[in-house]
């Protein structure tokens, strides 16, 4: 089943406490993102990749670091996580450079710092 | 920086109905326009895709159009059922496609169908 999977989907930190979320696709997508999703606020995209080795902000970069090692995965790293990042985080995947480019979001993952 | 707005931010209507969400944006500069739908506690799922160069796409009851000169998408959505109630987002995707890939969002129409 082709499907974007992210872990953990729930997690509890506290200040300062380094973390990282993982993101993998099982579709060959070349393109993969995160975002942040906040009452009020939206869906914000955090930082994406157009393929392995390349990454560029998005929005919302401060605070967060990717890496892009292989196409099938993108973790997402805090190293000293805040109170304010405490959000629903999703990793997005598509094609990227064919058309049509539909994006296929994971579950998501909620996070609370403490 | 691209800035896209849903109207309006909550919808209700009684089964049956057709219905409009409105999605509009500031930079007509843009590669393509997706409709996602997303459920309360889940992801998103793609709805549909409107590449810049296209004014409409269908699927099934939904039909979504786009005019990129006024900066206006529109979601249609014919004969709404229960299973229709969900938060309704665009986003619009910069540029011209090549390695720029920042996407933007609308904050949503939570709609709600009534039995």
């Known amino acids: 089943e082709a499907q974007v999977t992210q872990n953990p989907r729930y997690l509890i930190t506290v200040t300062g406490k380094k973390l990282t979320v993982t993101c993998s696709q099982n579709m060959n997508h070349e393109y993969m993102s995160w975002y942040r999703q906040d009452p009020g606020l939206g869906l914000r995209q955090i930082y994406y990749s157009m393929n392995v080795e390349v990454t560029d902000k998005g929005d919302v970069p401060e605070g967060y670091k990717v890496s892009r090692k292989e196409k099938r995965n993108f973790p997402l790293i805090l190293e000293s996580p805040s109170p304010n990042q405490t959000s629903l985080y999703f990793c997005?995947?598509?094609?990227?450079?064919?058309?049509?480019?539909?994006?296929?979001f994971g579950p998501g993952t909620r996070l609370t710092v403490l | 920086k691209q800035e896209v707005t849903q109207i309006p931010a909550a919808l209700s209507v009684p089964e049956g109905e057709n219905l409009v969400l409105n999605c509009s944006f500031t930079?007509?500069?843009?590669?393509?326009l997706q409709w996602f739908r997303q459920d309360p506690g889940k992801g998103l799922t793609s709805l549909l895709l409107i590449q810049s160069s296209q004014r409409e796409q269908t699927s099934g009851r939904l039909n979504a159009s786009l005019d990129k000169s006024s900066g206006r998408s529109t979601l249609y959505i014919a004969a709404s059922q229960p299973g229709d109630s969900a938060t309704y987002l665009c986003?619009?995707?910069?540029?011209?496609?090549?390695?720029?890939?920042?996407?933007?969002f609308g904050k949503g129409t939570l709609l709600t169908v009534n039995p």
């Open positions: 930079d007509s500069a843009i590669y393509n």
């Open positions: 986003a619009v995707r910069e540029g011209s496609g090549g390695s720029n890939y920042k996407l933007t």
């Open positions: 997005a995947s598509s094609i990227g450079t064919a058309s049509p480019d539909t994006q296929y």
